[in-house]
């Protein structure tokens, strides 16, 4: 008994010290905005805090550049010392959340590119190791209005012309458009305008002031069915933005386009946003007063495979169809009976549309008679091709991966320290420059911010309904700052982050459980000292927008009930664990072991660590107790009954005759 109450208490120190070895805190970390975006001239305010037991411990903020680092400010027992450059441009001040924590407020005065723009690493030294998070302060500002001019207004068709987009465009660099708002028969028609052109590395400069001056040329080849219409050129930005800047649009100019030709071709409109708009081609005179009349009208299109077949003429009042597929999905209208009012119109409905069969170049030609001298006339247009545009719709949640595993993972928690890969695939519409871009917003953050990690995209593939589709990774480093971090990937954006028309979002959280301590062995923590880049800890998380003093509470509250838990579950375990060693034993004591019963006990297998066998001698058994009522000598039953109760309790306890670990020398280990 005195050895069980021992073992207990063996058993009893190694559980309670393991429970306790694992909650025991290294409380080391940084915790900082991931993005800061500030607009030039302005204050900007951030904060940004670091944890760490002991109070001789060193904070400090350095600018990250090309030559190396540079030391913004260092703190030490909340004494704050600033570089001279930060000395007259900011303030800082330190306070003390709690015991563990300290706080570091900055305000720029007057933000400034050349001072203030770059990538930072924030990094504590303490008692128990290092910790450093990364930061990005982004400069932006507002562009200005902007300018259109054109080389000439009035223009014959086929003859390039080039528009020159100018202005200050503020910051950052921008990504330049050329607009065009079509007419049809002379009017808008309440058209709105849309991109024909653009480029994302726009003709310029950057100013002293850190803002960019656009000069940048479009060249343009109009046809007749330019005439009228309206050109404009503005400006967006491929890195997604938390702050919105004001739009910027210039003047628009209206060219006059002239033609020589009588028969005219137009579409309506020139880009067909696919599924939204009807197809419309139209077959016009340019100048009727040149023909005396008319025999027919004929509209033609190219096939895939290169030929331009008839699809619909008109013959005095008649309209006869060449393809009878298009004439299940389209109407026409028209008349060839006087040449003022001459035309062949063809609608596909927005419905019925078909992607990319429709979208291609159509052609109309024309046989009359001319006046005057004239006589037999004949003419072809240039072909016009109809483009269409498609917004993309869908997009896959991004998949996630540690970097270099090759290999996607449903996990959502990673340590501080991990890098890991996300990748999002799906569609980009119609244009196949387009990209599917990263943002992500931390916990407290108000707004989504565009990753400054470059990311890898894949070649576009075509898609069912005329969409485009490609795939965008970007590598990631999980931080102490990533305690509820969420990436949103999106394709047909405009400027702002979470403006696109696809878009999905996934978490990634700090897997705080696997930075403690591991040993069950000792009621000492083993604690190892964390490198530069990664911190071990438990502990008490502080983020912008968060409530410390909560924050502290809720998981304080945590650590301790996790402690009261553990104990109650081990003490419940051990107490069950000496039950069953005192129950067996008082079961092996109780047998009655006869000398042939004692004799097998002790031969079988090894006498290791052996507990005394506890023998009771038999009493002598009377004349009557060993003949039976039918006169059988009963010794031998007797002696073969105590032997099965013997293998009956070994087999209870998972044991069996022969085994090394018999009813005398059995002993238990307990394995952490």
């Keep these: 008994m005195e050895q069980n109450t021992f073992t207990a208490l063996i058993l009893f120190s190694v559980f309670f010290g393991g429970s306790i070895a694992q909650t025991v805190p290294v409380t080391t970390y940084v915790t900082t905005p991931k993005v800061i975006e500030a607009k030039l001239g302005e204050e900007a305010r951030f904060y940004l805090t670091y944890t760490t037991p002991d109070n001789s411990s060193e904070f400090t903020v350095s600018r990250l550049g090309a030559n190396g680092t540079e030391e913004i400010l260092r703190v030490v027992d909340l004494t704050v010392t600033t570089n001279a450059n930060w000395t007259m441009a900011a303030n800082v001040q330190t306070s003390a959340v709690d015991g563990d924590t300290r706080r570091v407020n900055v305000t720029i005065y007057q933000t400034d590119f050349v001072t203030h723009e770059g990538d930072y690493v924030a990094m504590v030294t303490g008692s128990d190791g290092a910790a450093q998070d990364l930061f990005t302060i982004r400069t932006l500002a507002s562009p200005d209005q902007l300018s259109l001019s054109v080389s000439s207004r009035d223009v014959s068709e086929g003859t390039p012309i080039q528009f020159t987009c100018s202005g200050n465009t503020g910051r950052p660099e921008p990504v330049v458009h050329l607009l065009q708002r079509e007419t049809y028969n002379g009017t808008n028609q309440n058209a709105t305008f849309h991109r024909v052109l653009s480029d994302t590395s726009p003709s310029g400069s950057f100013l002293e002031n850190g803002t960019f001056s656009l000069s940048h040329n479009f060249t343009w080849t109009p046809t007749w069915q330019d005439n009228l219409v309206e050109f404009r050129c503005d400006i967006s930005y491929n890195i997604g933005l938390g702050t919105a800047l004001s739009s910027a649009q210039s003047n628009q100019i209206t060219l006059n386009v002239t033609s020589t ?7 309506k409109p020139q880009i067909v946003r696919y599924k939204e708009e009807d197809l419309v081609v139209v077959c016009t005179l340019n100048k009727p007063e040149t023909l005396q009349n008319l025999f027919f009208l004929q509209l033609k299109r190219r096939s895939p495979s290169g030929t331009l077949n008839n699809v619909v003429s008109v013959t005095g009042a008649t309209i006869q169809w060449q393809d009878q597929t298009l004439q299940n999905r389209a109407n026409v209208t028209g008349t060839v009976a006087s040449p003022p009012t001459a035309h062949l119109s063809m609608v596909i409905r927005k419905d019925s549309v078909q992607c990319p069969l429709d979208f291609t170049e159509y052609e109309c030609s024309l046989s009359g008679f001319g006046t005057g001298a004239t006589g037999a006339f004949s003419e072809i247009t240039d072909p016009v091709k109809v483009s269409y545009t498609v917004q993309p719709m869908l997009i896959e949640t991004p998949k996630v991966r540690e970097a270099g595993s090759g290999v996607d993972t449903s996990q959502r928690e990673f340590r501080n320290g991990t890098v890991i890969e996300l990748t999002c695939t799906g569609q980009i519409g119609s244009d196949q420059n387009a990209t599917i871009r990263w943002c992500a ?20 593939t075509s898609g069912p309904n005329c969409q485009n589709i490609r795939s965008s990774t970007v590598t990631y480093n999980i931080t102490s700052s990533d305690i509820r971090t969420e990436f949103l990937c999106e394709s047909g954006y405009s400027s702002q982050c979470n403006s696109g028309t696809a878009k999905q979002f996934v978490t990634i959280s700090l897997d705080l459980t696997k930075d403690l301590p591991s040993s069950t062995t000792s009621t000492t923590p083993e604690v190892t000292t964390p490198s ?134 059995e002993h238990v280990n307990v394995r952490m």
Excluded: W
Excluded at 441 to 460: D, I, Q, W, Y
């Design 261 to 267: 030709k009588i028969i005219q071709i137009e579409t």
């Design 532 to 665: 530069t880049t990664t911190s071990t800890t438990t502990r008490k998380v502080v983020t912008q927008g968060q409530n410390t003093g909560e924050q502290a509470e809720s998981n304080t509250g945590l650590i301790v009930g996790a402690v009261v838990g553990g104990v109650v579950v081990l003490i419940v375990i051990i107490l069950v664990l000496v039950y069953f060693l005192i129950l067996r034993r008082k079961s092996a004591g109780e047998s009655y072991n006869t000398t042939k019963a004692s004799s097998k006990s002790s031969s079988g297998g090894s006498t290791n660590n052996q507990i005394p066998e506890i023998k009771i001698q038999p009493r002598k058994k009377t004349n009557k107790e060993v003949k039976d009522t039918e006169g059988y000598d009963n010794e031998a039953l007797d002696e073969e009954r105590v032997a099965r109760t013997q293998n009956g309790a070994r087999e209870s306890m998972g044991l069996s005759n022969g085994h090394s670990n018999g009813v005398a020398d």
């Design 441 to 460: 917003k931390t916990a407290g953050a108000p707004t989504f911010t565009g990753l400054s990690n470059a990311a890898v995209h894949s070649m576009t």
